[in-house]
């Protein structure tokens, strides 16, 4: 499994996917053998830490300042689910998380019109491109869409001018995945890491629906242009299925800039679940 996660395709996605939960796997049979065949312990150092060692770059990490000292920045993103219903909803609770700048994936003209129709009153700033929108309670600028790669817009680039300097925002919405069905998602992770790889912005986030599991190799292009957040909620932010959830593949990266804090939150009746970043200059 961890040679496979540096495969790049559908089987290094598929590994990805999967690969937290071999720990959960290891941790049974470790247990096991406790119980009825200490020696095997040994035997299963092994692939114990080889397995840490490959999650680690996806593990939980810690805040490196303290969200009710610091003064900071909250940006939350979710995928409302298309046709559901439930924007409005989300909108609503991603507004009560207190939050300066909320940007949703997945949204139809519908749900568009009633997460527009929600926020219009406390986010008076607000751009929207395709599936992809975000609105500030802050001054955005240079409003831009991306298309990164594909023939229709399902990205966009905002500058939010935030009280301790700007910060360049961008919110993606990256194809999805089927079997043998991939090349269009990974067109669009080759092209947000352009993306930001040429913004000579000195703080950049970058947020949304990236339909690739932490551990993916498709994510290694933005991964060294980018610092990937890491949860500080001692969890691994897990984000889909919301019922269940299995994977993160709604994620945060950023550069020139502090995280004061990351986690997850159930926002409306969508089936992923939102991220919830507090950053800091």
């Known amino acids: 499994m961890i040679v496979c996660v540096w495969v790049p395709g559908v089987v290094g996605t598929a590994a990805a996917a999967l690969l937290p939960w071999c720990g959960l796997a290891l941790g049974v049979l470790a247990v096991v053998a406790l119980l009825l065949a200490r020696r095997v312990l040994l035997v299963l150092l092994v692939p114990i830490v080889a397995w840490m060692m ?3 770059p996806s593990a939980p990490g810690f805040a490196s300042g303290s969200a009710d000292e610091s003064p900071g920045v909250r940006i939350v993103s979710q995928n409302v689910r298309a046709h559901s ?3 409005a909803e989300s909108a609503t609770d991603l507004a009560g998380s207190g939050a300066e700048v909320i940007a949703l994936t997945e949204l139809d003209a519908d749900s568009l019109a009633a997460a527009r129709d929600t926020l219009a009153a406390d986010y008076p700033h607000s751009y929207a491109v395709g599936t992809v929108a975000v609105w500030s309670r802050l001054p955005i600028a240079d409003a831009q869409a991306l298309s ?3 023939d229709w817009k399902r990205a966009l680039r905002v500058v939010v001018n935030a009280p301790d300097g700007d910060v360049a925002v961008y919110v993606m919405h990256a194809a999805s995945v089927r079997p043998g069905v991939q090349s269009e998602r990974d067109a669009m992770l080759s092209g947000i890491a352009d993306a930001v790889a040429a913004d000579s912005s000195g703080s950049v986030v970058v947020v949304g629906d990236f339909n690739a599991a932490s ?3 498709a994510l290694g292009a933005i991964r060294s242009q980018l610092d990937w957040v890491r949860p500080t909620d001692g969890a691994l932010g897990f984000t889909w299925p919301a019922a269940l959830p299995l994977a993160r593949i709604d994620h945060v ?3 020139g800039l502090t995280v004061l804090g990351s ?4 926002a409306g ?7 919830v970043t507090t950053l800091a200059f």
Do not use: E, K, Q, V
């Not at 986690?263 to 159930?266: L, N, P, Q, S, V």
């Not at 009746?269 to 991220?275: G, I, K, P, V």
């Open 148 to 150: 990164l790669g594909l």
């Open 269 to 275: 009746s969508s089936d992923h679940l939102a991220t």
């Open 54 to 56: 490959a999650i680690a």
């Open 215 to 217: 551990a993916d190799p």
């Open 253 to 255: 990266f950023t550069r």
């Open 85 to 87: 219903g439930g924007a």
């Open 263 to 266: 986690t997850t939150m159930r």
